[in-house]
């Protein structure tokens, strides 16, 4: 595995200062569905919103497995998943395209507010008609003048109901598929948007979820992040970046799993004995341990290999699925392991066990990665 450098840890270490007040209240926020606007200006203040985003803009200039590393630490010190998954979205949804493809003006206008904290981001792809088929979406982006005229509708929108700047992808062609799409950079208060009341849900909870809706919504021709018809492009782009940088969190999220069972079953006494003298539940911690090391070994290793440029559209989805199915098996042992207590939302690992089955649908399912690995194969 990799050798992280002291740089390198003192970047992920210094998170713990802040964990404590990050992780307070978790069980009562997740309950009430409530993001914490407070949370996430603590964690602003760490640097770890601009990891990857240049000094002049600030950020912190990091690579992309040393932004992995320090969000794996993330995932395992803090107990507020959806904080978590939300940090990712506006890291990776948001920031990163505009990094990558955004105009100097763009880069100016917004990557300081996205490091900084102060305005939130968001994406919009998925449709009410089109789910995995994100391609198939209908909402259009007419061009008039200076501007684009967008008329449509969002679901399934991280961060939306708090979000200040959304990428939204639109389709400005005429033919279905990838030729046609468009990513815009649209602000909250631009008229003929309207962001839609927060949607319950089963897990991540203090993630906020919502739709858009744009009526004649009109954004300057400024905005496009990438050439006019090249959001697949973008998309493709962020997708990639989406996967190890969310999954990573899932990993570090397993790891602290792994260390409260070993704890739990040495401290949690049954006839007379720890519980972890049964081989039942020692077998099922070191499955845990098997599942959580594979993770985050294809993980790091794809991001490796894209680094250097390599073709990892299999080891993307590879490495999606290892890690969504592991994620959930781990938490569904936990919950085993701690028995009666595991099903009590005090204890939070039930709650963890509710995230860990988002993980299998957002990002592309896992039925949708088994059907891209088997295409690859020639199936």
């Not at 009526?215 to 998309?235: I, K, M, Q, T």
Request: hydrophobic letters at 40%.
């Amino acid at each position: 595995m990799i050798e992280w450098t002291a740089e390198q840890r003192a970047l992920r270490e210094g998170l713990a200062p802040w964990l404590e007040k990050l992780n307070t209240g978790h069980v009562e926020r997740d309950a009430a569905a409530s993001f914490s606007y407070e949370n996430w200006r603590t964690l602003a203040r760490t640097g770890i919103l601009g990891l990857p985003f240049p000094e002049r803009w600030g950020g912190l200039g990091q690579s992309l497995l040393t932004t992995m590393y320090v969000l794996e630490g993330l995932g395992e010190g803090c107990r507020d998943a959806g904080l978590s998954f939300s940090v990712c979205t506006h890291v990776v949804s948001t920031g990163v395209p505009i990094q990558r493809f955004g105009s100097r003006a763009l880069k100016e206008r917004y990557l300081p507010l996205l490091c900084s904290g102060e305005w939130i981001g968001a994406h919009a792809i998925s449709e009410p008609d089109s789910g995995s088929d994100a391609l198939a979406m209908r909402t259009r982006a007419v061009r008039d003048g200076h501007h684009y005229v967008l008329n449509g509708s969002k679901s399934f929108v991280s961060n939306g109901p708090v979000a200040d700047l959304f990428t939204v992808y639109a389709r400005t062609g005429d033919g279905p598929g990838p030729l046609g799409v468009t990513a815009f950079l649209v602000e909250r208060d631009t008229p003929g948007l309207r962001v839609g009341a927060p949607v319950a849900k089963m897990g991540l909870r203090t993630s906020p979820l919502g739709e858009l809706f744009l009526d004649d919504c009109r954004v300057p021709a400024s905005h496009v992040v990438g050439p006019p018809g090249g959001g697949f492009l973008v998309l493709d782009h962020v997708m990639r970046r989406e996967i190890l940088c969310s999954f990573i969190v899932n990993a570090g999220e397993m790891r602290h799993r792994v260390t409260r069972c070993v704890a739990y079953a040495r401290a949690r006494e049954q006839f007379g004995r720890p519980i972890g003298a049964n081989q039942a539940v020692s077998h099922r911690i070191v499955d845990m341990e098997i599942a959580v090391e594979t993770a985050r070994h294809w993980l790091y290793a794809t991001a490796e290999r894209m680094a250097a440029g390599a073709n990892v559209t299999r080891d993307i989805a590879m490495a999606k699925l290892v890690t969504s199915e592991a994620n959930v098996a781990s938490a569904l042992a936990a919950v085993q392991i701690f028995g009666g207590n595991g099903y009590m939302a005090e204890y939070g690992v039930e709650a963890e066990l509710r995230n860990a089955v988002g993980s299998t649908v957002y990002s592309g399912t896992s039925e949708i990665q088994r059907n891209r690995i088997a295409a690859l194969l020639g199936l």
